[in-house]
């Protein structure tokens, strides 16, 4: 059976998508690996709009919810992994079988690249991060570390120095490659202290982070952090697809219809080229590629 549409993903982007095109009565289903994406991952929530505070579980929760309300057929733990139009269908290969549809929203989002040592997942949420936007201000008066050397360490840097009492920057090279009026800021505040060619070894606590144990130059230390943010960069999901257009960081280009090169394919959220990776913005983009996808397929008929 060739379905109307197929959304790709569950976080913000795909479940506004789904209650969209659920209420435009489309026949569709949607096919994600998890329900809630990165936004689970959020201990605090605090700019959606309606929700003065609310964590990212919680608030997934309710976006979950509201899916549920509409009866929506979710396949979890199915992953894309292949997508490409061929005579006017889309074709959708996951790990279980292939389908088909006249249009598809692709919103797998983004995964945070991580830096693989002992301790980085075990306190994930418990003081390693990977949002200073997000998880910055509970680190207020704290310790902490930022690892990375391109813009959005140096940009973590830079916010957490007016947070944080201390701040290491650990960089693996001897150069950021991040701006030079960003370095500028960063070497003049008296907070931030600069580690260049060195390497985070493990990450150790009790409930919480505790501390760091670091290579530096050759020289073993260990930090007493209480928060380390891991700014080494995200990813985009979007090695599946073929003949999309995509930009240097490899997210889908799209238009401000949320439309991709491939006529009937939309992108939506962090997985694109849209500026500003925020649930906010995840979810008003679901939104308008469902919209989008609905007034392509009235045109088709
Ligand atoms: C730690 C952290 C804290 C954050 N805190 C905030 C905050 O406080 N406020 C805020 O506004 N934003 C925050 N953000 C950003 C926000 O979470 C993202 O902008 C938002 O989740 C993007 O939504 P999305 O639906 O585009 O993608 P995602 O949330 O990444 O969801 C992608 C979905 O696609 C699925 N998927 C991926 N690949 C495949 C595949 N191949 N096949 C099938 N399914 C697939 C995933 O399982 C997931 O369900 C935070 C991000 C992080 C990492």
Redesign the pocket.
């Known amino acids: 059976m060739i379905l109307d549409l197929i959304i790709?993903?569950?976080?913000?982007?795909?479940?506004t998508a789904s209650v969209y095109a659920a209420r435009k009565k489309m026949n569709f289903l949607v096919?994600?690996?998890?329900?809630?994406?990165?936004?689970i991952?959020?201990?605090?929530?605090?700019?959606?709009p309606g929700y003065q505070f609310i964590t990212?579980p919680d608030l997934m929760t309710k976006f979950q919810e509201h899916m549920e309300k509409y009866g929506i057929q979710v396949r979890e733990k199915?992953?894309?992994?292949e997508l490409e139009k061929k005579d006017n269908i889309v074709y959708i290969k996951?790990t279980k079988e292939t389908y088909e549809a006249k249009t598809a929203i692709i919103?797998?989002?983004?995964?945070?690249k991580e830096i693989g040592v002992p301790g980085e997942k075990e306190y994930k949420?418990k003081g390693v991060?990977?949002?200073v936007?997000?998880?910055g201000p509970l680190f207020a008066e704290k310790d902490v570390a930022v690892v990375g050397g391109g813009n959005s360490a140096l940009d973590a840097a830079i916010q957490m120095m007016n947070i944080a009492n201390k701040v290491y920057l650990i960089n693996m090279t001897d150069k950021f490659t991040g701006d030079p009026i960003m370095q500028e800021k960063i070497k003049s505040n008296p907070k931030v202290k600069i580690l260049h060619n060195t390497r985070v070894e493990s990450i150790a606590g009790d409930k919480f982070v505790k501390g760091i144990s670091v290579d530096i130059q050759g020289k073993k230390d260990i930090l007493n952090v209480k928060g380390v943010f891991i700014e080494i960069g995200?990813m985009p999901?979007s090695?599946?697809v073929k003949g999309l257009d995509k930009n240097e960081k490899g997210e889908i280009k799209v238009n401000c219809a949320n439309e991709t090169n491939v006529l009937g394919v939309f992108a939506?959220?962090?997985?694109?080229s849209v500026p500003e990776?925020?649930?906010?913005?995840?979810?008003g983009?679901?939104a308008k590629a469902a919209l989008g996808a609905f007034r392509y397929l009235a045109r088709l008929k």
């Open positions: 790709i993903g569950a976080g913000p982007a795909g479940i096919l994600t690996k998890d329900i809630g994406g990165q936004a991952w959020s201990s605090d929530v605090e700019n959606y990212g199915e992953e894309v992994i996951t919103a797998a989002g983004k995964k945070v949420n991060a990977y949002c936007t997000c998880d995200l999901n090695w599946f939506a959220g962090d997985v694109t990776k925020q649930i906010v913005i995840a979810a983009d679901g």
